[in-house]
């Protein structure tokens, strides 16, 4: 009221969306934490992150956090397919009835809406599956439907809040190519490309940029690795997260800060040994993933002059 400005700190790493409680005032901030104080791949595989609300009151204060996904334990890179079906990933929407009692979170990576108690808990065990890449979500007048947007499926799911389902999906006019369509779920969705169900790429690419954050994804335990006639080291130190935009094409050499990775389909491992997955993600679906990588590029810049033979 007054301008006057203060600052709410620590309260996760990526901040994807914000609601306040209409009943109590108290802020509510859905996003992403890293742990990237842990070091090497074989550590960090499976669980470098954590999903989480976090909540203050409107004058500042303490924060509370809250783990999204209470029933992982991050204890194994994977867990059985029921549990990884009740995991929340990428969350980018959150809104709440009109008395505060439930707030309503959507995880674009996870393709569903979690049901959330006033303090972050869930009031759900399995959230609400809806279309593909669910992001924006409004509530209605009388708290008894939920309308989402699926931006990657070019949908909007309408969910009744006392059955708590899905009811009605309905098309709207999207002119997302279709090599988008196809390789963006290698990117975001958390259930097929991780052993937990809460992480992707786009974790850390964040909408295939980054998370501002140095990793440490070396192995001890590795082996020497030969690209192109030179010899890698496991043990690669920190490294920070690059921006998959842009690395497709144009004579850019070997990819990664040491040139490590020969093409964009030797990061196939990642999902094994990063992500949590039992085996590498197949040839055809890296070919899908990098073909949606391809279709990402800067904005012209006229003050930008492109060298084709450039290196840098």
């Known amino acids: 009221g007054t301008l006057a400005l203060s600052y709410q700190a620590r309260l996760g790493n990526i901040l994807m969306a914000m609601a306040v409680n209409p009943a109590s005032g108290q802020v509510n901030v859905v996003g992403t934490d890293a742990t990237n104080e ?63 009692s439930k707030a309503y979170v959507t995880g674009m990576g996870s393709n569903n809406v979690l049901v959330l108690n006033s303090n972050g808990t869930r009031n759900l065990v399995d959230p609400i599956p809806v279309g593909e890449g669910p992001t924006g979500i409004v509530l209605n007048g009388g708290g008894t439907m939920a309308y989402v947007l699926n931006k990657f499926e070019g949908t909007i799911s309408t969910v009744d809040l006392n ?38 790429c786009g974790s850390c690419h964040v909408d ?7 990793w440490d994804l070396g192995n001890p335990a590795g082996d020497m690795d030969t690209v192109d006639g030179k010899v890698f080291h496991p043990l690669k130190g920190v490294k920070v997260t690059q921006f998959l935009i842009d690395i497709i094409g144009r004579g850019r050499g070997n990819l990664h800060w040491r040139g490590d990775k020969h093409s964009f389909a030797d990061f196939d491992g990642a999902f094994q040994h990063l992500q949590g997955l039992d085996a590498p993600k197949p040839a055809g679906e890296m070919q899908e993933f990098q073909d949606f990588i391809a279709a990402c590029w800067y904005v012209p810049n006229p003050y930008r002059v492109y060298k084709p033979n450039s290196q840098s």
């Open 38 to 100: 842990i070091r090497f791949e074989p550590k960090l595989n499976g669980k470098f992150l954590r999903v989480n609300i976090s909540q203050f009151t409107s004058v500042g204060g303490a924060n509370t956090i809250t783990d999204m996904n209470p029933h992982l334990t991050y204890a194994t890179p994977s867990v059985a397919p029921a549990l990884r079906k009740q995991s929340i990933g990428d969350p980018r929407g959150i809104a709440f009835k009109a008395d505060g």
């Open 208 to 214: 295939a940029r980054w998370d501002r954050l140095g």
């Open 163 to 200: 059955s708590n389902m899905e009811v009605a999906r309905a098309n709207f006019f999207d002119p997302t190519p279709m090599v988008i369509k196809a390789g963006r779920k290698h990117m975001y969705n958390t259930h097929i490309g991780s052993g937990t169900g809460h992480i992707s």
